[in-house]
């Protein structure tokens, strides 16, 4: 019988990982967008919003890695707060454009410099180098779970209806 | 007038971290903790109680990364569940120590190859040195966010009762 695998949580990188992006998501999400009823996938389409302009929903779901059913329900709750419009095309009654509001503007530029100073925070005492691996392995994690999902019929990633 | 800051999200870490973070949690739970009633968290308790033995509940904190109130709420979980066990130390009663059942610790057995699996597949393709570089920023930037929620008197990381 073959001994059982052994598993230590410390060097996991899935949990390296999550742990990293869960602290500095919660602490943003705490110290910055709270007291606005912001969720951090909420700022991320605000975010995607103030750097590209406005956007096809599909489009966003791609730039902010949100799956469409979800992204559709959380624009609708930014609506409702004023920040960002939804309005759809004349030349197709499916394609939907959202963009931010003057009010999501503001909030917006608000927000960009406290998140430049989470990520600031963050890397504080890594080297350029460093910060170059890292990005280009994080790019590479993704795409490779990305291609996974599609493979197995991205089960857990619903996108269907 | 200052022009206000730019953030491209595409580039920022805390969103490159955050989205490899929560992919992969989301397939490894879909697909693998899901139809045992898991969680991620719930599976990392029970991950390091396979590799370190039982442990005091405040180690299990830290070992896990799981917030001391959210970790005894999940202890609560597994223990109806029948994968582990709690029981109060006889030299003090404020000494709570968590250990797997017969139980839990076959199905870590059978969840542990899973789990190296899912990381074999995040990382496909990088080379032993990128991993290397990879972990130490990781644990860095994770050392980052304790050593900042601890500056700030802890908001969001509730240790109060």
């Known amino acids: 019988m073959k001994a059982p695998a052994k598993l230590e949580l410390g060097d ?14 919660e602490q943003f999400g705490n110290d910055a967008l709270a007291e606005h009823g912001l969720s951090i996938a909420m700022w991320r389409v605000m975010a995607v919003l103030a750097s590209r302009g406005s956007q096809r ?3 966003l779901a791609d730039l902010t890695s949100i799956e469409v059913s979800t992204l559709s329900r959380l624009i609708t709750r930014l609506i409702r707060k004023g920040l960002v419009t939804r309005t759809r095309s004349i030349n197709s009654n499916r394609e939907v454009t959202v963009k931010l509001s003057p009010k ?5 530029n608000h927000l960009i410099p406290i998140a430049l100073d989470f990520e600031a925070a963050a890397i504080a ?3 350029v180098k460093d910060i170059a691996v890292l990005k280009r392995c994080l790019r590479h994690m993704y795409g490779n779970m990305k ?3 599609a493979a ?3 089960r857990g990633h619903g996108t269907s209806s």
Chains 1, 2 share one sequence.
């Open 104 to 108: 999501g503007q503001s909030l917006v």
């Open 57 to 59: 929903q599909i489009d």
């Open 125 to 127: 005492g890594l080297s």
């Open 147 to 149: 291609k996974r999902s």
């Open 12 to 25: 996991f990188l899935p949990y390296l990982t999550n742990r990293v992006g869960m602290i500095v998501a």
């Open 152 to 154: 197995t019929g991205g």
